[in-house]
């Protein structure tokens, strides 16, 4: 994240027009490099600022009770002891995978999306899961070529005042890519265990629940009469 901030708009002034120190003064800009500059470092980050503070009012954890509450928890669990959530005031059990279950568990928690857990218990079990993942690999492999090719047939603009933002631009993709290469890569290999040596549906439900904040028996009532 750092990198394109500081990138950026460095790429975005020189591309309105900045004029460079000479000697270590400071030269007249343009007007548009002013209205560059008071839009990136004062406006945007200002709307960021109050867009993140709306954000974090709707964090469920903004009263001091309740943060102490999950601390004791937390430590009834370490117990074996079950607690009542402080959100939902709904009993959670305390539950430590082991053996085969705490892998597939370990497998499982590769994929946040509900959506993407519920395939699993369809019938044709984790298939679908790999294809999804498998295309978003290959997406990402796409763009990542692409970002790159655009970087290097580019790059002798870098230097240019109206053409330097495009293989900065490019450049910031091409590692936003292999991260998701890498990323989507190790989910892939996941779905590909999951194929490979199946897993437990009882255990994906179980782990479903978990994410839904309903205990087992509800949410099979629920969902998976």
């Known amino acids: 994240v750092g990198i394109p901030c500081s990138a950026i708009p460095i790429a975005l002034i020189n591309a309105f027009g900045f004029v ?8 007249p800009q343009p007007e548009a490099v002013k209205v560059c500059i008071a839009i990136t470092f004062v406006v945007l980050p200002v709307i ?9 009012l709707q964090f ?14 937390i430590g009834a669990h370490m117990q074996g002891q079950p607690f009542i959530d402080p959100i939902s005031r709904k009993v959670i059990e305390p539950w430590q995978p082991r053996g085969r279950d705490a892998w597939q568990y370990w497998l499982l928690e590769s994929f946040p999306s509900v959506k993407d857990m519920q395939t699993l218990l369809s019938p044709h079990g984790a298939l679908p899961l790999k294809r999804t993942m498998a295309r978003h690999f290959n997406t990402s492999l796409v763009v990542t070529a692409a970002a790159l090719a655009t970087a290097v047939a580019t790059m002798p603009l870098i230097l240019s ?14 590692g936003l890519g292999i ?47």
């Open 20 to 27: 460079p120190s000479v000697m270590g003064e400071k030269q």
């Open 48 to 56: 960021f600022a109050c867009v993140s503070f709306v954000i974090k």
């Open 60 to 73: 469920p954890l903004g009263d001091p009770d309740k943060i102490r509450q999950v601390g004791v928890g």
């Open 161 to 174: 005042p109206a053409g330097g933002i495009v293989p900065v631009i490019a450049t910031i993709c091409c």
């Open 179 to 225: 991260s998701s290469m890498v990323f989507f890569h190790l989910r892939l290999s996941n779905a590909r265990a999951l194929v490979r040596y199946g897993y437990d549906h009882n255990l994906v439900r179980f782990t479903l629940a978990k994410r839904s904040g309903m205990g087992m028996d509800e949410y099979t009532e629920r969902y998976d009469p």
